[in-house]
């Protein structure tokens, strides 16, 4: 059965730095894609950062150069680092990964992981 495991996360003031890890459990599945996505209350959920399996990455414009996000292929994790956090980086982050296994490719989701960041 092939899992997402988030790690990390937690409470943080104003500018400081918070690391979130990815691991995808599983039997023979590949990476195309791993990332993360955001959802604070009463918002919408929103793209925070994504890495595929050569290397490209996208970030949203809001955490452009304070967030970086990389990949461990042979481990099947990814990472984000979180630096300069913001009271509005506060939500809940969930992992995401576009996994291959055999000639089938499949979403999935991690469980979530709270970031709060306090002024």
């Known amino acids: 059965q092939v899992q997402l495991v988030e790690s990390g996360g937690g409470l943080v003031q104003a500018g400081g730095s918070l690391s979130l890890s990815c691991a995808a459990s599983?039997?023979?599945?590949?990476?195309?894609?791993m990332g993360w996505y955001r959802q604070a209350p009463g918002k919408q959920s929103e793209l925070v950062a994504r890495?595929?399996?050569?290397?490209?990455?996208n970030y949203a414009d809001s955490v452009k150069g304070r967030f970086t996000i990389s990949l461990d292929n042979a481990k099947k994790m990814a990472y984000l680092q979180m630096n300069n956090l913001k009271p509005e980086d506060t939500a809940k982050y969930y992992c995401?990964?576009?996994?291959?296994?055999?000639?089938?490719?499949?979403?999935?989701w991690g469980r979530g992981t709270q970031v709060t960041v306090s002024s």
């Open positions: 599983g039997i023979d599945v590949s990476i195309r894609v």
């Open positions: 890495i595929f399996s050569d290397g490209n990455t």
């Open positions: 995401n990964a576009d996994l291959a296994s055999g000639s089938s490719l499949r979403r999935y």
